[in-house]
């Protein structure tokens, strides 16, 4: 004595119970991938953690000096001389901050000369 309606019930419960599941599945897959990705950023955290250690090591001034004179002769270092360091008033000007010559206000002349690192480049099998 199953009637039309009970059909459409059955029919709606089993749709409900697909549908339910299906977003369980997905959440557990996406609650899989926010724990993979979890352990790939504490796995990165730690290499940092660890160079960071490395590089102090690296750099203690006690073993830097240990080297510097175990290969003194090669490397022929010496101390910098107050006078070496430059001020910045006499650093280059900033290329914008650089007059123009008379007559090339804002154009650029056909003459000028190329760009020297630009020449250098060459890119894939493109011959000059």
Same mark, same amino acid.
């Given at each position: 004595?199953?009637?039309?309606? #009970?059909?459409?019930?059955?029919?709606?419960?089993?749709?409900?119970?697909?549908?339910?599941?299906?977003?369980?599945?997905?959440? #557990?897959?996406?609650?899989?991938?926010?724990?993979?990705?979890?352990?790939?950023?504490?796995?990165?955290?730690?290499?940092?953690?660890?160079?960071?250690?490395?590089?102090?090591?690296?750099?203690?001034?006690?073993?830097?000096?240990?080297?510097?004179?175990?290969?003194?002769?090669?490397?022929?270092?010496?101390?910098?001389?107050? *006078?070496?360091?430059?001020?910045?008033?006499?650093?280059?000007?900033?290329?914008?901050?650089?007059?123009?010559?008379?007559?090339?206000?804002?154009?650029? *002349?056909?003459?000028?000369?190329? #760009?020297?690192?630009? #020449?250098?480049?060459?890119?894939?099998?493109?011959?000059?």
């Amino acid at each position: 004595m199953l009637r039309t309606f #009970d059909f459409l019930m059955i029919g709606a419960m089993l749709a409900a119970a697909t549908v339910t599941y299906q977003i369980k599945h997905n959440t #557990d897959n996406k609650a899989a991938e926010v724990r993979r990705l979890e352990a790939e950023i504490k796995l990165e955290k730690d290499t940092i953690d660890l160079l960071k250690a490395d590089r102090a090591l690296l750099t203690q001034p006690n073993r830097l000096e240990r080297l510097v004179q175990a290969y003194a002769a090669e490397l022929q270092l010496v101390p910098t001389e107050p *006078s070496q360091l430059a001020q910045p008033m006499e650093l280059p000007m900033l290329k914008e901050l650089v007059p123009l010559p008379e007559g090339e206000e804002g154009t650029v *002349s056909a003459t000028a000369p190329s #760009d020297p690192i630009k #020449d250098l480049i060459t890119t894939g099998s493109v011959d000059r």
